[in-house]
């Protein structure tokens, strides 16, 4: 496990134990992340290779999850909450300009 120190530091050091991605990429990976936790993926590669099932892929194309299914309908974001979320976007899209 880590120390404190080494839990708090988010710089890969070269000393570092490095361990090969778990799905056959190649890429190295430092053996723990910034929290002590075992890697054993890069980020993203956990699900390559795999397929949805036929049943998955059936209710993905018949939206099991809209209209009357979908667990926020009829729902309404309270006012506060609106604001939050118009307040986020702005500063989202502003960034974005910035890049630009």
Not at 20 to 36: D, E, P, V
Not at 46 to 60: E, P, Y
Not at 64 to 84: A, T
Request: hydrophobic residues 20%; proline residues 1%.
């Amino acid at each position: 496990m880590l120390s404190s120190d080494e839990i708090n530091s988010t710089e890969i050091e070269d000393d570092e134990e490095k361990v090969l991605c778990a799905c056959g990429c190649g890429q190295f990976i430092s053996k723990y992340n910034r929290w002590g936790r075992k890697r054993i993926f890069v980020h993203g590669h956990n699900r390559r290779g795999k397929r949805h099932s036929k049943a998955s892929k059936k209710k993905m194309r018949n939206g099991s999850r809209k209209g009357k299914n979908h667990y926020f309908y009829g729902c309404k974001h309270p006012d506060e909450v609106k604001k939050k979320i118009g307040a986020s976007r702005k500063k989202a899209h502003a960034e974005r300009k910035k890049r630009k």
